[in-house]
């Protein structure tokens, strides 16, 4: 089959509100050539919000339908997630796959694989017990199965980890003290490790199915290459490790001087990953991280333009069998 192209692209809380069409006009207008020099096939985006045209109407995809609409993407089949229990999209921060090809499964995946559990802090110094935090995921992983033009399908994983900051917990001294900082920061942790722990397990269901699959995990793992939700999605353990069932990182064959999507306070960091399975990676041929131009996210202005992610995007020739 002729070469195609898989990206992954954090939009940075895409909005749009009807009082503020001068604001979106810019973001798209920045945006878009981005999505167009990306030339994907299939693409994974992250920070969708959606939006209500008037006050009680149902949330609607009217920033993403409007960003596309003049773009080569329009017409694709796309995989979008919704709030865990409902039928509505959340207000910020869903997912969206968009492909040129069917997809034959679309699925959101939220706690059904790990289940959500209440772990409970330590005692105050005071002698008070707090009350147990729930560890549950902040938003769904996406899934698709897309059909291959020469046939069999592709599987994607499209997932937005928590960000590494404290959560909010309760303590004798305050929700500002030291301590609730502390417990807040290993909550996160539990967060995002734990739903990478998902996202792997989702992976291996894969794999028990079809050992030569052909399998991709994108998105923002909010997680450099080091650091531990990376390492567990890799499921290589050590880094560099092989094997079967091990995901390699595409994203990390880029030269080192352009191996960053975000800048943070003057330190280039890796954040937005594209992982492939054995079968996937051998058919790889190229992985560019748009970075060009990329503003600090420490330092960037409030209003910001385009992205403060940079897009990550990997050709592939498939060898016919």
Same mark, same amino acid.
């Given at each position: 089959?002729?070469?195609?192209?898989?990206?992954? *692209?954090?939009?940075?809380?895409?909005?749009?509100?009807?009082?503020?069409?001068?604001?979106?006009?810019?973001?798209?207008?920045?945006?878009?050539?981005?999505?167009?020099?990306?030339?994907?096939?299939?693409?994974?985006?992250?920070?969708?919000? +959606?939006?209500?045209?008037?006050?009680?109407?149902?949330? @609607?995809?009217?920033?993403?339908?409007?960003?596309?609409?003049?773009?080569?993407?329009?017409?694709?089949?796309? +995989?979008?997630?919704?709030?865990?229990?409902?039928?509505?999209?959340?207000?910020?921060?869903?997912?969206?796959?968009?492909?040129?090809?069917?997809?034959?499964?679309?699925?959101?995946?939220?706690?059904?694989?790990?289940?959500?559990?209440?772990?409970?802090?330590?005692?105050?110094?005071?002698?008070?017990?707090?009350?147990?935090?729930?560890?549950?995921?902040?938003?769904?992983?996406?899934?698709?199965?897309?059909?291959?033009? @020469?046939?069999?399908?592709?599987?994607?994983?499209?997932?937005?980890?928590?960000?590494?900051?404290?959560?909010?917990?309760?303590?004798?001294?305050?929700?500002?003290?030291?301590?609730?900082?502390?417990?807040?920061?290993?909550?996160?942790?539990?967060?995002?490790?734990?739903?990478?722990?998902?996202?792997?397990? *989702?992976?291996?269901?894969?794999?028990?199915?079809?050992?030569?699959?052909?399998?991709?995990?994108?998105?923002?793992?909010?997680?450099?290459?080091?650091?531990?939700?990376?390492?567990?999605?890799?499921?290589?353990?050590?880094?560099? +490790?092989?094997?079967?069932?091990?995901?390699?990182?595409?994203?990390?064959?880029?030269?080192?001087?352009?191996? *960053?999507?975000?800048?943070?306070?003057?330190?280039?960091?890796?954040?937005?990953?594209?992982?492939?399975?054995?079968?996937?990676?051998?058919?790889?041929?190229?992985?560019?991280?748009?970075?060009?131009?990329?503003?600090?996210?420490?330092?960037?202005?409030? *209003?910001?333009?385009?992205?403060?992610?940079?897009?990550?995007?990997?050709?592939?020739?498939?060898?016919?069998?």
């Amino acid at each position: 089959m002729p070469a195609f192209r898989l990206a992954t *692209f954090n939009l940075e809380n895409l909005d749009w509100s009807a009082t503020k069409p001068n604001d979106f006009a810019r973001r798209a207008d920045a945006l878009r050539p981005l999505l167009e020099a990306l030339d994907a096939d299939i693409l994974c985006l992250q920070e969708i919000h +959606a939006q209500r045209v008037h006050k009680h109407d149902a949330r @609607q995809y009217i920033a993403l339908d409007q960003l596309l609409a003049t773009t080569g993407y329009a017409p694709f089949h796309r +995989a979008m997630t919704v709030r865990p229990g409902g039928e509505a999209p959340a207000d910020v921060h869903n997912l969206a796959i968009l492909s040129r090809w069917p997809m034959r499964v679309r699925r959101q995946i939220h706690h059904d694989i790990v289940a959500p559990w209440a772990w409970p802090p330590p005692r105050d110094a005071d002698g008070s017990q707090p009350e147990p935090v729930d560890i549950v995921w902040d938003r769904p992983l996406l899934y698709a199965a897309i059909e291959l033009p @020469q046939g069999g399908v592709i599987h994607i994983v499209n997932l937005h980890l928590r960000a590494p900051r404290a959560f909010p917990v309760a303590t004798a001294r305050g929700c500002g003290s030291s301590r609730a900082q502390i417990e807040g920061q290993f909550v996160a942790a539990l967060k995002r490790e734990g739903q990478a722990l998902e996202a792997r397990l *989702f992976a291996e269901t894969l794999f028990d199915a079809e050992p030569e699959a052909l399998i991709a995990i994108a998105g923002d793992f909010n997680a450099d290459e080091h650091d531990a939700p990376t390492r567990l999605l890799r499921g290589g353990g050590d880094e560099g +490790a092989t094997g079967a069932r091990v995901l390699i990182p595409l994203e990390e064959r880029v030269e080192p001087g352009r191996r *960053f999507t975000v800048i943070h306070a003057g330190r280039p960091t890796l954040i937005d990953h594209l992982l492939a399975s054995p079968a996937l990676a051998a058919a790889w041929r190229k992985t560019t991280i748009l970075n060009e131009g990329l503003q600090d996210e420490v330092y960037a202005e409030e *209003f910001v333009e385009g992205s403060l992610h940079a897009p990550v995007v990997a050709r592939f020739e498939l060898v016919r069998s």
